[in-house]
Antibody
Framework: EVQLVQSGAEVKKPGESLKISCKGS????????IGWVRQMPGKGLEWMGIIYPGDSDTRYSPSFQGQVTISADKSISTAYLQWSSLKASDTAMYYC???????????WGQGTMVTVSS | NFMLTQPHSVSESPGKTVTISCTRSSGSIASNYVQWYQQRPGSAPTTVIYEDNQRPSGVPDRFSGSIDSSSNSASLTISGLKTEDEADYYCQSYDSSDDWVFGGGTKLTVL
């Protein structure tokens, strides 16, 4: 079964760093792009960026460029999304999703809820 | 870049048919495929339509997708509505400047 399993919920304080993960299984992890999508409370879906685990080629949405870092470790079939200094406005659910071609998403992770509060 | 505009909400009765629209603001709707994602309350999105009108395995044929160049829009049609179809639905397409564009989402109520 093709699946993406994300790390658990996080509660952090403003200014702290964080790295969340997304582990792929059931397919060739290095052959598909992985994307990250933000959903703020009660809001819609926003594309943040994508990475090709085969060579770590990464693209960022202009809205998130410089705000987050996307990486991958192909040896353990895992993609990451990280922040160096969290803000309260980073409070959201974050989803990873596989891109079967390049333009769409097919398999989604279960989501990681990040809460940033003092 | 373009935007995808969806109605904020739609409602229909069980057993009926509902259509959700997704209008592209600029450029042709036919220039890039449109996908539709279903998000039930408290759950992650799942794909119900890809490449304008293709259904992933496991998605019932009550779900269908289409595009209409005359209105520059895509549509998701759900027939034989069931209470389990109550969810938020998002359309998505791709902009060749490397932008994955989502519509704002439509809340479907089955009452």
């Amino acid at each position: 079964e093709v699946q993406l399993v994300q790390s658990g919920a996080e509660v952090k304080k403003p200014g702290e760093s964080l790295k969340i993960s997304c582990k792929g299984s059931g397919y060739s992890f290095t052959s598909y792009w992985i994307g990250w999508v933000r959903q703020m409370p009660g809001k819609g879906l926003e594309w943040m960026g994508i990475i090709y685990p085969g060579d770590s080629d990464t693209r960022y949405s202009p809205s998130f460029q410089g705000q987050v870092t996307i990486s991958a470790d192909k040896s353990i079939s895992t993609a990451y999304l990280q922040w160096s200094s969290l803000k309260a406005s980073d409070t959201a659910m974050y989803y990873c999703a596989r891109l079967p071609g390049y333009s769409s998403f097919d398999i989604w992770g279960q989501g990681t809820m990040v809460t940033v509060s003092s | 870049n373009f935007m995808l505009t969806q109605p904020h909400s739609v409602s229909e009765s069980p057993g009926k048919t509902v259509t959700i629209s997704c209008t592209r603001s600029s450029g042709s709707i036919a220039s890039n495929y449109v996908q539709w994602y279903q998000q039930r309350p408290g759950s992650a999105p799942t794909t119900v339509i890809y490449e304008d009108n293709q259904r992933p395995s496991g998605v019932p044929d009550r779900f269908s997708g289409s595009i209409d160049s005359s209105s520059n829009s895509a549509s998701l049609t759900i027939s034989g509505l069931k209470t389990e179809d109550e969810a938020d639905y998002y359309c998505q397409s791709y902009d060749s400047s490397d932008d994955w564009v989502f519509g704002g989402g439509t809340k479907l109520t089955v009452l």
